[in-house]
């Protein structure tokens, strides 16, 4: 089957789905958050087949999400590690993670979790307006928009309106 490029929808998340590409490109990116760097480390860890994680790896590296390094014992092996970009996956991979909980784990049963740096859970992530209001489902609205750069955080945000 052919797969439908979206790199030029009007759509956010479709462009998003098309940078990202499958499932297993997102385990990827949560390994390297919990440190993995190498090839032999994702492919333990994912039990992926070698040729579809070296396709992955080179679609990240081309994407801008992943940085590939020589190896830092001087080893003969590269070394994959997260950019900007990639970094900025974090939130995709915290409401999943936080979705998942929700849906997917009966009570009492076992699941990785996550903490801060000082052992603390993380926090609910919520989504709210730009005067910190809580939205809920129903107070969501999809319009035309443009892209604009916000001067006092020197990032880039979509905006809806």
Known sequence: MRRVRLDDANCPV?????EIGDWWTLLIVRDAFVGRTRFSEFQKSLGL????????????VANG?????????GGARSEYHLTDKGRDLRLILI????????????????????????????ARLRLANAVGEELGP?????????KKRHAKAGRVESTLA
């Open 14 to 18: 479709a462009r998003t789905l098309d």
């Open 49 to 60: 087949a070698k040729n579809i994680l070296a396709e992955r790896l080179k679609m990240l």
């Open 65 to 73: 999400i992943l940085e590939k390094r020589p190896a830092s014992d």
């Open 95 to 122: 409401a999943l993670r936080q979705w998942g909980e929700d849906h997917l784990f009966e009570d009492g049963e076992d699941m990785t979790v996550i903490r801060d740096p000082a052992s603390q859970p993380i």
């Open 138 to 146: 129903e107070d969501i609205r999809v319009v035309q928009g443009h």
